[in-house]
């Protein structure tokens, strides 16, 4: 089980949101590379990073920091991106400038032709984020429900030829209130794809419930708040998933 740590970028800074709300950004760091560094030395395994400016503007606002970010983590670890990508142009780009794996979320619910196109340019490369609340997909930084089932859209998305999903349950991103296991692995269970959780996590006990799952489909989870405020330790925490992971 790969534990993720997320790097939410606004206005240059790493900080977290509580359910996608802008207006109530913590800043943790006014100095992502150095958190990047920072969990790489803690023994992370990838980086996930938002550009939650982007993301809001439809554009990339954090372009500047992503490529510094991208500078220092150079060759050890993959970076994941996501936030304000809308198009190949800047998929190439991003790509160009060492990014691994680029997620689209709102872009893929609302022109699925676009992330098709993606896959087939870029195969690989692409991951897709699907933000959910009870069971129904949320486009635009959450601000707006669909009637798309969550497992119905993964299951199209499949077939497109994307690597993975990345699934936040909204309900509980940034509020330390533990992982949906349930729906998280009601989503694998459908998909012959790897998932990735995010959303909730709040300390090893959430690591430990994900981790007796894992042979289900879910191959990491993404972790924000928790490791910032100190309510779970990550160096600790990957050990641990790594102790109980199937061999």
């Not at 980086?47 to 372009?63: S, T």
């Not at 983590?73 to 190439?92: A, C, F, K, S, W």
């Not at 195969?123 to 933000?131: N, R």
Request: hydrophobic letters at 45%; one cysteine or more.
């Amino acid at each position: 089980m790969l534990l993720i740590p997320a790097i939410d970028l606004k206005d240059g800074s790493c900080v977290r949101l509580r359910q996608g709300e802008m207006e109530g950004a913590t800043v943790f760091s006014e100095d992502p590379v150095a958190m990047a560094r920072h969990w790489i030395d803690a023994g992370a395994r990838r980086l996930h990073l938002v550009d939650l400016n982007g993301a809001f503007a439809g554009k990339p606002r954090n372009e500047a920091v992503i490529k510094a970010i991208v500078a220092e983590v150079g060759d050890e670890i993959p970076v994941q991106l996501g936030g304000g990508i809308r198009d190949l142009d800047t998929i190439e780009r991003y790509l160009d400038d060492g990014i691994s794996y680029v997620i689209i979320g709102t872009a893929a619910v609302k022109n699925p032709g676009f992330l098709h196109d993606a896959c087939g340019a870029f195969p690989g490369h692409i991951i897709v984020g699907l933000d959910a609340k009870d069971g129904k997909v949320a486009v635009d930084g959450w601000s707006k429900m669909t009637g798309h089932d969550v497992v119905d859209l993964a299951k199209k998305y499949e077939d497109y030829g994307v690597e993975g999903v990345i699934y936040t349950d909204i309900g509980r991103d940034g509020m330390l209130s533990g992982v949906n296991v349930e729906a998280t692995v009601r989503l694998a269970q459908a998909l012959r794809i790897p998932v990735i959780a995010s959303g909730g996590i709040a300390t090893v006990d959430d690591i430990d419930a994900l981790c007796a799952v894992e042979e289900e489909g879910i191959m990491g989870a993404i972790t924000g708040r928790a490791i910032y405020e100190g309510t779970l330790d990550f160096a600790a925490a990957q050990a641990r998933a790594d102790s109980l992971s199937p061999r």
